[in-house]
C-alpha cells in the first residue's frame, strides 16, 4: 500500500481508508464466527491479515485482496475440531481459491506440492503417499488434472519394489507405459483401467525377453515368445505369473547360440527407443514447462510479451520471502533487477559470456522462474531414474530426456531474450561448417545451455551410462591394470611406439629389457599429457570433456617439441595413436566406456565432421583397441 | 554431409598401410609442405582445404588413420560417414596394393557404393622399383568402381590432380542423388527431412548421402 491512501491527517473525522483494525463477523456468510486481525481497504481485508475462528480454531494467514484471500497465505483446514483433524495448506491463493504454487498437508499423512487451480491440484505436482508404518513414502511425480492424475508421470511405489512411468488418466495408469522393478525387470506395454493389458514386452536382467499377450503387470496370458538369454525361444500360448511359473503350450526352436556380442566389436549405438509403446520425451513434464511460461506472462498459447515477462521476473524475485533467502542471494538479486531493464536485456543477448553469467544467476536462485524450472527438471529426473530407476534399460529415454529439456528450456529463455536465435526451425548451413570455425562463434541451446544444464543431472546420467557399459568397462579396466604394470619404456615397446616418440635418451632405451625395471612405476613420459586426460571424468559436459581431449593432443605434441627442440614432430595418426594409447593407459580412466558413450550421444552433430570429430574418433579408436587386443 | 546453396562439405578418409606415404600426400596437398621439419600444423592427422570446382565451393576433411596392421580392426571406426577414401600404395610394394584390395572389399562391403574410392598409386619417382604392374592396378580400379591415380608426395606430383579427382566425383556423387530425391517429389521431401535428422542424430545405418 501506498503511503498517501493511509489518513494521516490529524483531527479527520472520515476513517482512513487503509487502516489496521480488528473485526468480529457475525453475519458475513464466508467469514461468519471469524474474528480477522489486520489491513483493511475500503471495508474489505485487504493486504496482510490474520482470520481465526474461535470455535474450531481453523485459521488463515496471509495475504487478502478485496476481501479475498489472494497472495501468499497458510491456512489450517479443521476437519474435525474435538479430535484434532486438520489440514494445512501453505502457498498461493487467488480471488479467495488455492491457485498456484502450494503445499498441502492432509490429515491421512500425505503431502502435496505442487500446482493447484480453483482449490484442486491441477498440473505439476509431487503426492508424497506414506503410512504411519513406512518411513520412506511411495510417492507420484507427474501431471494433475481436476485433482486426478492424467497425463504422464512417475510412480515410485516403494511397498511394492517397483516404479511406474507413463501415462495416467482419471487417477489410474492408462495408456502407454512401463514398469522397472527391484529385480531388475524391465515391462513395457499399454495399460488399461491400472493395469497392464494386452501386446507388451518384457525384459530380465539376464536378456530373457517375452513378447506378447499380458493381463496385469508381469502376469502373463495369451500368445506370445519366449526368448532366452541363448538365442533358444518357445513360440506359443503362456499363462501365469512370471515370478511363479508359467504355463506354456508351444514349440520349442532352437537358436542360433547367443546373439553376436556386438557390444565389444564396434557398436552402432543408435539405440532403438522406439517400441511401439514408447512415450518421447517431448510428451514428458509439459505442466513444468507451461507453468514456467505462466510464471513469465505468457498464458496458454498467448505470444510472449518480453516487458510483461521481465516484469513478472522482476515481481518473483521482490516477492521472495526474504527470511530464506541469504544474504548473498539478496545480492544475487539486487543485481539481476538492476540488469532488468530492457535494453540491458537485449545486451545481455548479445554478448555469450554476459548471458552465461546470467543465466547462471538465475538458475541458482528458486525464487527466480528459470529457477525455479531447473529445479523442478532436477527434482523430476531424479524422481525418475534415481534408485529403481537406475536401470541400463533406461539409458535411450533419459539421454532422450535431456536433450529435450535443453531444447525447451533454450525455447523458454527466449521469452526473455527474444533476440537469441529461433531453434524451431533446422539450420541446415550451420552443420556445414565442418571445419571447426563454427567454434565459438554462433549462439545455440547446446552451446549456451550444456555447461550450464549437463552438471545438474550428471550424476543419474552418468550412473545409467555406467550400468549400461558394466561389462565393457571392467573387461577395459582390467586390461589397463594389466598393462600398467609395465614401466613406461616397456609399455612404450609394446605399443610399438616409434622410438623417436619414446622421449628417452639412448642409454635409457637400454634399460627397457632389464626385468628388475617392472616395479617401476612412476610415469615419467607424457606426464602432462596424462594429467591432462585425466581430467575427462571431472566434466560434465560433453563440449568440456572434448576439450580435455584437445588439451591431452595438444600436450602431447609439446612434450614431443620440448624433447626434440622442434626437431622432430608427430605428423601421422601412424605415430600419434600409439602415443596417444599410451597416454589413455596411463591415465587409467575407470569408466571410459561411458564417458565415450555420454560424449557420443550427447555431443553436437556439428562437430562430429571436424576435427573434434576426428580426436573423439581417435579416442574410440583406442578405447576399442585397448579392450580387444590381446 | 550435407551442402547447401552451392557449398559441399565432405569427409575423406585416408587408408593404407604405414609406410606408403599418405601422411606426405596429404601434407603436400594442404600444405605444399613434404617431410619439413617446420610444420605449422601442430598436427596433421586431420586437415582441411577448401576447393573451388565450377564455381562450386567445396570443403574437404580429410582424416587419416593409423595404417599399421594391429590396427585394421579400428577401420570402421575412422571411415563411417564417409564421403569418399583415398587408398594409398606403394608401387614398389606389391603387398601395399593387397592391403588396398582388402580395403576396396571392406568399403564396398560395409558403405556400398555411396562411397567415392580413389587409389593411389604413390612413390612413382621410385618408378624403376615397380613392382606393382600398372595396367593391372588400373584394371582392377575399373573393376571396383574406384578411380586410379599415379603420384609422388616427394616431387609434388600428381598430388592436386588426385584430391581434385575425388572431389569432382564426390560432387557429382552427391548431386546425382540430389535430383534422383527431388524428381521422386514427396520421397525427395521426405530424403532432405531425414538428410536435417542425420544431423541431429546418430545415423542408424549408413546415411543416404546427404541430399540437401
Not at chain 1, 531453434?423 to 545451455?449: I, K, R, W
Not at chain 1, 612405476?521 to 572434448?546: C, L, N, R, W
Not at chain 2, 578418409?13 to 617431410?35: I, P
Not at chain 2, 606389391?94 to 598409386?121: A, M, P, T
Request: net charge neutral; hydrophobic share 35%; glycine share 10%.
Amino acid at each position: 500500500l501506498s503511503s498517501e491512501t493511509v489518513n494521516t491527517k490529524v483531527g479527520s473525522f472520515t476513517p482512513a481508508k487503509a487502516r489496521y483494525a480488528s473485526h468480529f463477523y457475525l453475519q458475513d456468510p464466508k467469514y461468519k464466527g471469524a474474528c480477522y486481525t489486520g489491513m483493511w481497504l475500503s471495508g474489505k481485508p485487504h493486504g496482510h491479515g490474520k482470520l481465526v475462528w474461535a470455535s474450531t480454531a481453523q485459521t488463515y494467514e496471509g495475504e487478502f485482496r478485496n476481501g479475498l484471500y489472494n497472495g501468499f497465505g497458510r491456512m489450517i483446514f479443521v476437519l474435525n475440531a474435538s479430535a484434532g483433524v486438520a489440514e494445512e495448506y501453505k502457498g498461493e491463493w487467488k480471488d479467495g481459491m488455492m491457485h498456484g504454487q502450494g503445499e498441502m498437508s492432509y490429515s491421512d499423512k500425505q503431502v502435496y506440492i505442487g500446482h493447484w487451480m480453483h482449490n484442486v491440484r491441477h498440473g505439476h505436482g509431487v503426492l508424497r503417499m506414506g503410512t504411519m508404518t513406512s518411513p520412506t513414502p511411495s510417492i507420484f511425480t507427474g501431471n494433475w488434472d481436476n485433482d486426478k492424475r492424467s497425463g504422464f508421470g512417475v510412480m515410485d511405489d516403494i511397498m511394492r519394489g517397483e516404479k511406474y512411468m507413463g501415462m495416467w488418466d482419471n487417477d489410474a495408469r492408462s495408456g502407454n507405459g512401463l514398469i522397472v522393478t527391484l529385480d531388475g525387470i524391465y515391462n513395457e506395454g499399454r495399460f488399461s483401467l491400472n493395469k497392464l493389458m494386452g501386446q507388451g514386452i518384457l525384459l530380465c536382467h539376464d536378456n530373457t525377453k517375452f513378447e506378447g499377450d499380458f493381463c496385469g503387470d508381469a502376469q502373463v496370458n495369451g500368445k506370445g515368445v519366449l526368448t532366452m538369454p541363448n538365442g533358444d525361444r518357445i513360440e506359443g500360448t503362456f499363462q501365469g505369473q512370471w515370478n511363479e511359473g508359467l504355463k506354456i503350450n508351444g514349440l520349442y526352436f532352437k537358436g542360433t547360440g547367443p546373439e553376436e556380442n556386438s557390444a565389444v566389436a564396434f557398436p552402432d549405438r543408435a539405440v532403438s527407443t522406439h517400441s511401439p509403446y514408447y512415450i518421447p520425451a517431448t510428451k514428458k513434464w509439459r505442466s513444468v514447462f507451461n507453468e514456467c511460461r505462466d510464471r513469465l506472462g505468457c498464458l496458454g498459447n498467448d505470444e510472449p510479451d518480453l516487458k510483461k515477462a521481465w516484469k513478472s521476473v522482476a515481481e518473483d524475485l521482490v516477492r521472495a520471502p526474504v527470511a530464506k533467502t541469504m544474504h548473498q542471494e539478496r545480492e544475487i538479486i539486487d543485481d539481476i533487477l538492476k540488469g532488468v531493464d530492457l535494453d540491458q536485456a537485449k545486451k545481455i543477448a548479445k554478448d555469450k559470456k554476459k548471458l552465461q553469467e546470467y543465466l547462471i544467476k538465475a538458475f541458482s536462485l528458486p525464487c527466480h522462474p528459470l529457477g525455479r524450472l531447473l529445479e523442478t527438471l532436477v527434482d523430476v529426473y531424479r524422481a525418475t531414474y534415481v534408485g529403481m530407476g537406475a536401470h541400463s534399460r533406461l539409458l535411450p529415454h533419459a539421454v532422450e530426456e535431456i536433450k529435450s529439456y535443453i531444447e525447451r528450456v533454450y525455447a523458454i529463455i527466449r521469452i526473455l531474450f527474444p533476440s537469441l536465435p529461433n531453434e524451431d526451425f533446422v539450420h541446415v548451413g550451420d552443420s556445414n561448417e565442418a571445419d571447426g570455425q563454427s567454434e565459438g562463434g554462433g549462439l545455440d541451446s547446446n552451446t549456451l545451455l550444456g555447461p550450464l544444464i549437463f552438471p545438474r543431472f550428471y550424476p543419474p546420467l552418468f550412473t545409467l551410462y555406467a550400468l549400461h557399459n558394466e561389462k565393457n568397462d571392467s573387461a577395459y579396466w582390467e586390461r589397463v591394470l594389466q598393462l600398467n604394470k609395465r614401466t613406461d619404456l616397456a609399455l612404450m615397446s609394446y605399443l610399438e611406439v616409434k622410438r623417436t616418440f619414446w622421449l628417452a635418451s639412448e642409454e635409457t632405451n637400454g634399460l627397457v629389457y632389464e626385468a628388475d625395471l617392472t616395479d617401476w612405476k612412476h610415469t615419467h613420459y607424457y606426464g602432462k599429457a596424462v594429467d591432462a586426460f585425466q581430467q575427462i571424468s571431472t566434466k560434465f559436459s560433453p563440449m568440456e570433456k572434448i576439450s580435455v581431449l584437445k588439451e591431452t593432443f595438444h600436450r602431447i605434441h609439446k612434450e614431443v617439441q620440448d624433447f626434440w627442440k622442434g626437431e622432430e614432430k608427430i605428423v601421422s595418426l601412424d605415430d600419434l595413436f600409439p602415443v596417444f594409447q599410451f597416454v589413455v593407459i596411463r591415465s587409467r580412466v575407470h569408466h571410459l566406456g561411458s564417458e565415450i558413450d555420454f560424449i557420443e550421444d550427447l555431443m553436437e552433430a556439428k562437430y562430429r565432421a571436424g576435427e573434434q570429430g576426428h580426436m573423439f574418433t581417435t579416442l574410440k579408436a583406442c578405447y576399442y583397441q585397448i579392450l580387444n587386443e590381446n | 554431409m550435407a551442402s547447401v546453396a552451392g557449398r559441399y562439405q565432405f569427409k575423406i578418409v585416408l587408408l593404407g598401410e604405414g609406410c606408403v606415404g599418405k601422411t606426405s600426400l596429404v601434407l603436400r596437398y594442404c600444405q605444399d609442405k613434404f617431410n619439413d621439419k617446420h610444420l605449422t600444423t601442430l598436427q596433421a592427422s586431420y586437415l582441411t582445404k577448401k576447393l573451388n570446382i565450377d564455381g562450386k565451393r567445396v570443403g574437404l576433411s580429410i582424416w587419416d588413420t593409423a595404417g599399421q596392421e594391429r590396427f585394421h580392426a579400428l577401420g570402421p571406426i575412422y571411415y563411417r560417414d564417409s564421403n569418399g577414401a583415398i587408398l594409398v600404395y606403394d608401387i614398389t610394394d606389391e603387398d601395399s596394393f593387397q592391403k588396398v584390395k582388402n580395403w576396396v572389399k571392406e568399403l564396398r562391403k560395409i558403405l556400398g557404393d555411396d562411397i567415392c574410392l580413389c587409389i593411389v598409386g604413390n612413390k612413382i619417382d621410385l618408378e624403376r622399383d615397380r613392382h606393382v604392374d600398372g595396367a593391372e592396378a588400373e584394371a582392377y580400379a575399373k573393376s571396383v568402381g574406384a578411380k586410379h591415380l599415379l603420384a609422388s608426395a616427394k616431387l609434388n606430383k600428381g598430388v592436386d590432380e588426385l584430391f581434385l579427382e575425388l572431389a569432382k566425383a564426390m560432387v557429382t556423387a552427391q548431386d546425382a542423388s540430389a535430383s534422383n530425391g527431388q524428381s521422386s517429389g514427396r520421397r525427395g521431401a521426405s530424403s532432405r527431412k531425414r538428410g536435417v535428422e542425420i544431423v541431429d542424430e546418430q545415423p542408424a545405418g549408413q546415411p543416404k548421402k546427404g541430399c540437401c
